[in-house]
């Protein structure tokens, strides 16, 4: 598959456009919530490496004879950089900070110094009673959520590869050989159209990317849903008994793997680190995050999903439902979870249906409805 890397100061641009629409939340936000999170770390020494740690990303470039499709990436990566910190503009701590905090956290700043939060969940169904399907909640602490006005405007029909995710990883994770920070969903959408490549692709270069889980799904009607919490081990799981794939917010669906085992010696790593207790917030949510993954694996498992079951699920308040209303698990909990938006496609209906909490934080009895063109 031949390609062309898009000019680096179009990419810069855009991407600098879309910090200025908010920089305190692409800039400062997620320092705040690490510290929300994990009171019990002093900010300063948590974040005391950052600046470093990303500069040594970018000298660790990674060999083009063992990664020979990273080649032309590496100095698009480098060159998108230099544009953005110049059209953003970012000082070198803020673009550290934009690109790095989540793996400078994961690999040293909790490791040498909290929780991570649980985000999202996606849904492929290649059959049901109408039809493929593609759906998704979007999970996150209400701080910062600004309603979309306008959720149709440049809806359209996905086509080819398709990768959907959700945030899911570790406080503390062994930092791995290769920590040059390749565009790895970006490569993977140039240099693959169909699942069976994209897991080839994502398996050689499992190194470089993890801190989230996903659904692959194509044309073909194939699909995938790859576990990567942690950025040394990747778990691909086939469909389930409905046909389809799913993945979870912080979650490891085997605790038999080695990911699995890593996750548990890690999580306790980080609790005994900080003297947290096995009841405290921390393993509280973590349950609570494996109990979502359970009640979508069991619906996934059925031998015939509806849409309406689907839907029901995702949009019905925890804790019989996926829907997060912001519950706090454990008094101790720093921030609430709550469902923002669930977005679903119906491929043959050409159909969208949109969930939307309000800017009071109010999730909508019924869905808007919109028919693509």
Not at 233 to 262: K, L, N, W
Request: hydrophobic share 35%; proline share 8%.
């Amino acid at each position: 598959m031949s390609f062309k890397l898009p000019d680096p100061a179009i990419v810069a641009r855009h991407e600098a456009d879309h910090i200025n629409a908010d920089r305190h939340q692409f800039l400062t936000g997620g320092i705040e919530r690490a510290v929300a999170d994990s009171p019990f770390i002093d900010p300063d020494e948590l974040l005391a490496g950052l600046e470093q740690f990303y500069r040594e990303r970018l000298a660790r470039t990674p060999s083009t004879t063992q990664y020979p499709e990273a080649k032309p990436w590496i100095e698009h990566v480098l060159a998108v950089d230099r544009e953005l910190q110049a059209a953003a503009p970012l000082t070198d701590a803020e673009l550290a900070a934009y690109r790095s905090l989540a793996h400078y956290l994961m690999f040293r700043g909790y490791a040498n110094a909290g929780p991570t939060t649980e985000k999202c969940r996606v849904v492929y169904l290649p059959e049901t009673d109408q039809g493929p399907l593609h759906i998704k909640n979007v999970d996150d602490p209400i701080t910062f959520w600004k309603p979309n006005p306008d959720p149709f405007k440049n809806a359209g029909m996905s086509t080819g590869l398709i990768w959907d995710g959700v945030g899911s990883g570790l406080h503390i994770d062994d930092e791995p050989e290769e920590i040059f920070p390749l565009p790895i969903p970006d490569m993977c959408h140039q240099l693959c159209d169909d699942v069976p490549g994209a897991v080839d692709l994502l398996t050689r270069y499992s190194q470089f990317w993890g801190g989230q889980n996903i659904v692959l799904h194509d044309d073909q009607k194939r699909s995938v849903a790859i576990e990567k919490g942690s950025y040394n081990y990747i778990d691909v799981f086939e469909p389930g008994t409905a046909g389809g794939s799913h993945c979870s917010g912080m979650a490891f669906r085997q605790p038999a793997t080695a990911q699995g085992r890593h996750a548990r010696e890690k999580r306790l790593q980080y609790l005994q680190r900080f003297n947290q207790a096995l009841d405290g917030p921390d393993m509280t949510y973590w349950n609570a995050c494996d109990r979502a993954e359970e009640m979508l694996g069991k619906l996934m498992n059925q031998e015939f999903v509806t849409v309406q079951e689907v839907f029901d699920l995702l949009t019905t308040p925890w804790p019989k439902g996926l829907n997060k209303g912001g519950e706090k698990l454990h008094p101790d909990q720093g921030l609430g979870e709550y469902t923002l938006r669930t977005n679903g496609l119906l491929f043959d209906k050409r159909r969208i249906y949109f969930w939307q909490r309000d800017i009071d934080g109010v999730y909508p009895d019924k869905p808007l409805v919109f028919d693509i063109p």
